[in-house]
């Protein structure tokens, strides 16, 4: 069993911490304790070392706690919150059992995915990485724009933490400037005419990844974000709960102009790349009412692009 987060949770960033009291703490040995913190900086995070005294972390860890987010949260409400440590991945955790509002956060996920499969870079506290799983009475056809709904909130929500400059990158990136700060990957199950299951799966990054990455990528807390890891997740699930709500009546139409407010490349020239390929360049124009992208050529002739295995940059890059 890999005890390296239960080790973590023993250490601070002002004190050294002894492993003798750790392994007491744990019932483990001190050896144990030993080749678990030794696997630190497999999870982004640092420690001091100093023999004969102990372990001291070189940044503090803001831990989640389920109790306090779920405090934080409307008791009217129909959300409920479970934290893991660890977890493969808690989109997958989530479709295996669903239930209407309920959330779940992990620490770290070994097997989390964005979109068209790519992997999911976590760090131990730097992360916040969730997701929610919601019922809808109609089928998967009633869900069109439902990936832009979600991040038009979780955008908004942000900026109302204090980073205003929070963008959106179609169909689902969260930027700020020209790096990535976060992901969305919406997953769904259920009967063709309803009801629908949507699990929602969102990762922020707090702090850049500590390993490299093939992207140009930065953290909320560099940018003004004046809130913690359970306050954020608090925040945005009650922000989620009452969009989601909005969405079943309403579709994306209530999101449309929020979206587009926020869209990081309305009208600049972009280049889509299809999985064949090929390359479509033109003038990212918005998006349609169901959330396809509107991509203008040179003569003003439009094509609508509906979210698949895309990729869009912007032209140059």
Request: with cysteine; glycine share 12%; hydrophobic share 45%.
């Amino acid at each position: 069993m890999n005890h390296t987060l239960a080790c973590l949770r023993h250490l601070n960033a002002e004190n050294f911490v002894s492993g003798a009291l750790i392994a007491q703490a744990l019932d483990l040995s001190r050896a144990s304790v030993s080749t678990a913190l030794a696997m630190a900086e497999n999870y982004g995070v640092t420690l001091e070392r100093k023999h004969g005294v102990g372990y001291r972390l070189t940044e503090s860890i803001d831990w989640l706690d389920a109790r306090e987010i779920q405090r934080l949260l409307p008791r009217h409400g129909v959300l409920h919150v479970d934290v893991a440590d660890r977890t493969d991945s808690t989109n997958r955790q989530l479709l295996a059992a669903p239930a209407h509002g309920l959330a779940l956060a992990a620490e770290w996920q070994e097997q989390g995915r964005g979109r068209m499969g790519r992997r999911w870079q976590g760090r131990v506290g730097g992360t916040l990485m969730f997701s929610l799983a919601w019922s809808f009475p109609g089928g998967a056809t009633t869900l069109a724009g439902l990936p832009l709904a979600i991040g038009s909130i979780v955008a908004e929500t942000i900026a109302q933490c204090g980073v205003e400059q929070i963008a959106l990158k179609w169909p689902n990136d969260l930027l700020i400037g020209d790096a990535k700060v976060g992901g969305i990957l919406i997953e769904l199950t259920g009967d063709a005419l309803g009801p629908a299951w949507a699990v929602i799966g969102i990762g922020l990054n707090m702090l850049p990844p500590a390993v490299e990455v093939d992207k140009i990528v930065t953290g909320l807390n560099a940018h003004g974000l004046n809130v913690s890891r359970n306050d954020l997740l608090a925040r945005l699930l009650e922000k989620l709960e009452h969009g989601l709500e909005r969405f079943a009546r309403n579709g994306f139409g209530d999101f449309h102009a929020d979206w587009e407010r926020r869209h990081a490349w309305q009208g600049l020239p972009v280049t889509l790349s299809r999985p064949d390929g090929q390359h479509q360049a033109g003038i990212a124009a918005g998006v349609t009412a169901d959330g396809a992208l509107r991509l203008a050529d040179a003569s003003g002739i439009e094509t609508l692009i509906h979210a698949g295995d895309v990729s869009l940059r912007l032209a140059g890059n």
